[in-house]
């Protein structure tokens, strides 16, 4: 899925890949194709997508949110916090 439309007269390209799924997972999505009126592999593939989506939107979020801030500027910024103990609730256990 290349995030684009397919024009008029094109052929989406398709991989063939060979997925070993738990059982209870197998279960479940076919529950859900179900529910959805679709193939089990057009619900893996848009479940696949919809992943895709997800990271490479938070990957763009957080390279736009971080900009030219490079490790450094961080260290600089942490080193003038205060020193103080940590709160009971924020101890590991």
Not at 7 to 23: F, H
Not at 43 to 71: L, M, N
């Amino acid at each position: 899925m290349s995030g684009r439309a397919v024009k008029e007269g094109e052929t989406m390209s398709k991989a063939t890949y060979p997925l070993k799924l738990p059982l209870s997972i197998k279960k479940a999505a076919q529950r859900l194709t179900k529910e959805d009126g679709v193939s089990l592999n057009q619900w893996i593939a848009a479940a696949v997508a919809e992943k895709v989506g997800v990271v490479e939107t938070a990957a763009d979020f957080f390279k736009k949110r971080a900009g030219k801030a490079a490790g450094e500027g961080l260290m600089k910024f942490l080193r003038t916090a205060p020193k103080l103990a940590a709160e009971p609730e924020d101890t590991l256990r």
